[in-house]
C-alpha cells in the first residue's frame, strides 16, 4: 500500500528548517503523499528514509514501453482501479496478428489496411497500436514476414514464436524498433531470458494462474529481465476479466511487485462482432494490451471509441479551443449559432451545420468542456459568458447582421442575453439533429 503523509512524516528529519518551501515537516510530508512535490526537496533526509520513500514512490504497474520513435508505445502506469478515484493513464494498445505463412502480398494487403486505421473523432486522432507476428512455419519464413512488416509499417510490433532460435533471429533483425517477446512460459524461461536480456527488450510472461505468473516474474527478475506484460493465456471472457481485475487489485491494492506489471489478453473469435465484444470488455476490465484478427472499419473504430470513453480524464472533459468557427465558406451574412466548447456538442453541431450545406459561424464559448445544460446549471453557459465570448471574439466585426442562435433548451437566456449583448437572440432547435432544418427556414 502507498503510503500516507503520517508514515512519510516518521521518516522525515522533523526539523521544520522550511528549505523545502513549506512550514513545517508534516505539510511536507502530506504533499508527497498527494505526489505534488519531490523527495529532492528535503536536504536532510537519511538515505534509508529516502530509499523507502523512492520505493513506494514507484508506480504500481510498472511503465513498459514498445517502439521507437513517433511509434512509441507505452502502457502501464497506471495507479487506481477505477477512473473516477483518478484518471486512467495509458490507454490499451490495440494490435493485430498477422500469421507468417500468409503470402508476401497478403502481409502488404493488410498492413496497408491496419495503417489506414485511423479516425478522428470530437477531435482527437483514434489509432491502432501494433502489429504481432506469429509463426507458424520455419525460422526463415518468420524472420521474412517480420522484414516485411518492418519495411511497411511504423508500428511497433510483437514476436511470437515458441521456437527461441527464430524468435532470436527476428529479435535482432528488429531490435532497433524494440519489438515485444513472446513468450515465457515455467518451461523456457530460462532459454528466453537472456535473448530478451541481451537485446533489451520486454517479455510476454504467460502462465494458466496467477501464482504462475508470479513465481514466473520473480524468475525472470533474478535474471536480469525487468519488463514483463503478464497473460493469463487462452480463456473464457469471465474467466479472462477475473483474472485481469485480480492482477490489478494485487499490484494496486496489496502492492504485489511481482504482479505490478501490465497484462495482455489475446483474442480468438472468428465472428468480428464477437471479437469486438470481447476486445472491448478486456479493454474496460482492464488490459493493457489487446490483440485481435479483424481489420475492417467498422470493427475498429467502435473498439478505439469505447476505449476513447475509457481513457478520458473524469476531471477534465474533452474540449475545444474557444473562438468563432467558420463552416464552409461563412460570410458577413452568415448565421451565427452559439454552443459550448465541450467537444462533443461542437462536433455534433459542427456535423449538422454541414450537412445544411449553409455557410455559418460557430461561436464556441468556454464553459471549461461542459455540455450545453451541465453548464447553463453551473452558471458557466450565461447572458454574461456569451456577451463576453462575442465581444472577445469580435463577431459584431465579422458579419454586418446582429442576430444569434442559441439551443432551444436555454431558451430562458434570450431576454438578459439581448440586454447585454445588444444582438437580436433566436431560440434554435433543442436537438442538433434539427439545425439543418432550421437553418434552410432561416429568413
Not at 485481469?244 to 511487485?257: E, I, M, V
Request: proline share 4%; with cysteine; glycine share 6%.
Amino acid at each position: 500500500m502507498a503510503l500516507s503523509g503520517l508514515d512519510i512524516y516518521k521518516l522525515l528529519p522533523k526539523t521544520n528548517c522550511r528549505q523545502c518551501g513549506l512550514a513545517t515537516c508534516l505539510a511536507f510530508a502530506m504533499q508527497l503523499a498527494k505526489k505534488t512535490l519531490a523527495i529532492e526537496k528535503c536536504p536532510f533526509i537519511s538515505a534509508q528514509a529516502r530509499a523507502a520513500l523512492e520505493e513506494q514512490a514507484l508506480p504500481p504497474i510498472k511503465l513498459i514501453t514498445l517502439g521507437s520513435g513517433d511509434a512509441k508505445l507505452e502502457i502501464g502506469n497506471e495507479t487506481v482501479m477505477f477512473r473516477h478515484e483518478e484518471k486512467f493513464r495509458n490507454p490499451t494498445a490495440l494490435g493485430f496478428i498477422i500469421e507468417d505463412n500468409l503470402s508476401d502480398i497478403e502481409i502488404k494487403k493488410r498492413l496497408e489496411r491496419i495503417n489506414q486505421l485511423k479516425f478522428e473523432r470530437v477531435g482527437q486522432v483514434l489509432e491502432v497500436n501494433l502489429i504481432a507476428i506469429n509463426k507458424n512455419t520455419d525460422a526463415k519464413r518468420f524472420l521474412e514476414a517480420t522484414e516485411l512488416v518492418l519495411k511497411n509499417t511504423a508500428l511497433p510490433i510483437m514476436l511470437m514464436s515458441s521456437d527461441l532460435s527464430a524468435l532470436k533471429q527476428a529479435a535482432g533483425a528488429s531490435r532497433g524498433r524494440k519489438p515485444l517477446l513472446y513468450c515465457a512460459t515455467k518451461d523456457n524461461f530460462a532459454q528466453i531470458a537472456p535473448i530478451a536480456k541481451e537485446f533489451q527488450l520486454p517479455l510476454v510472461v504467460v502462465a494458466q494462474d496467477i501464482d504462475g505468473l508470479a513465481f514466473l516474474s520473480k524468475e525472470l527478475n533474478a535474471l536480469g529481465v525487468n519488463e514483463l506484460i503478464l497473460d493469463t493465456g487462452a480463456k473464457s471472457v469471465t474467466d479472462k476479466i477475473w483474472d485481469l481485475t485480480q492482477l490489478r487489485r494485487q499490484a494496486l491494492k496489496k502492492s504485489n511487485r511481482a504482479l505490478g506489471y501490465p497484462s495482455l489478453a489475446i483474442v480468438d473469435k472468428a465472428d468480428f462482432y464477437e471479437e469486438a465484444m470481447e476486445a472491448t470488455a478486456y479493454i474496460s476490465k482492464y488490459a493493457g494490451a489487446v490483440l485481435i484478427r479483424g481489420t475492417e472499419a467498422w470493427e475498429v473504430l467502435a473498439i478505439l471509441t469505447l476505449r476513447q470513453n475509457i481513457y478520458t480524464d473524469p476531471q477534465k472533459p474533452l474540449q475545444i479551443e474557444p473562438k468563432l468557427y467558420p463552416v464552409g465558406g461563412a460570410s458577413e451574412k452568415s448565421p451565427v449559432l452559439v454552443t459550448t466548447n465541450f467537444s462533443l456538442s461542437y462536433f455534433t453541431v459542427l456535423g449538422e451545420v454541414e450537412a445544411s450545406k449553409i455557410p455559418s459561424y460557430i461561436l464556441s464559448v468556454d464553459t471549461e468542456g461542459m455540455s450545453v445544460l451541465t453548464a447553463w446549471a453551473a452558471e458557466k453557459f450565461n447572458a454574461e459568458s456569451i456577451t463576453k465570448s462575442l465581444d472577445k471574439f469580435g463577431v459584431q466585426d465579422v458579419v454586418k447582421h446582429r442576430n444569434l442562435i442559441i439551443p432551444g433548451y436555454v431558451a430562458v437566456l434570450s431576454g438578459d442575453l439581448e440586454e447585454q449583448s445588444g444582438f437580436k437572440v433566436i431560440v434554435g432547435p433543442k436537438e442538433a439533429a434539427g439545425i439543418p432544418a432550421f437553418l434552410k427556414n432561416l429568413n
